[in-house]
């Protein structure tokens, strides 16, 4: 497997390796899916199909796969990565266009061949945008003196990269070989013509939201193992 060196000392990743809360989420320096570097199962090729054992994370802002190898983060080649299976059996596999990283949450058969629902965790762009002006805000009004209430709110004065990036789900249905992402307008167009009006209804009636877990699980149930 040939690799992007990064030149950046794995050292740098000790903040990384030292979070022990349960409720971690990745934050703006080192913002993983994962609070640890975990062994991994790999398998890449662009060519030539390989499988390597690896400590390895999924960088969110990047959607990319970084590893360590002797003492240094690298990154894996765009497109060369086809499947990630973690030993507490999340498995990443890439979709979209943009190649970007999703978990499996659920894995059938539709018409013999497998199907299925994956979820890729992705930057909230806009959240993330707004934050930045409130923080510019922010300190502009403490250079000027104008507010120390302002001071206060600052936390003494906590940087925006040490705060939890702002995320979202992004859904992606696998029917029949193609991998689509779940927005309303692609779900009408891959099930039966004669069942497109139930969906309308149903998604009027249940409130079905396009980032929820549960509710795009049970358009899967619904409309497409139905």
């Not at 510019?136 to 209430?149: A, F, W």
Request: charged letters at 20%; aromatic letters at 12%; a neutral charge.
């Amino acid at each position: 497997m040939k690799h992007i060196i990064y030149i950046i000392a794995f050292v740098l990743s000790l903040p990384l390796f030292a979070q022990n809360n349960d409720n971690w989420e990745p934050i703006g320096n080192w913002p993983f899916i994962n609070r640890q570097f975990r062994t991994a199962t790999v398998y890449t090729g662009i060519f030539n199909r390989s499988k390597t054992v690896v400590p390895c994370n999924i960088h969110v802002g990047k959607q990319a796969l970084w590893y360590s190898q002797n003492d240094t983060l690298m990154e894996a080649i765009p497109g060369s990565v086809l499947r990630v299976e973690f030993p507490n059996g999340d498995t990443y596999i890439p979709v979209g266009r943009e190649q970007m990283f999703g978990r499996i949450v659920r894995e059938d058969s539709i018409n013999g061949k497998v199907a299925r629902v994956i979820c890729v965790r992705t930057l909230n762009q806009g959240e993330l945008d707004q934050r930045y002006v409130d923080y510019l805000n922010k300190t502009q009004n403490i250079l000027q003196g104008s507010s120390l209430g302002a001071i206060a709110d600052s936390e003494g004065g906590k940087i925006l990269e040490e705060e939890p990036l702002p995320l979202t789900n992004v859904f992606y249905f696998q029917v029949n070989g193609e991998i689509f992402q779940a927005t309303q307008k692609n779900i009408l167009a891959h099930i039966p013509q004669q069942r497109r009006k139930e969906y309308r209804v149903y998604t009027r009636s249940a409130e079905v939201i396009s980032t929820n877990e549960s509710s795009m699980l049970k358009v899967w149930e619904n409309f497409f193992l139905k």
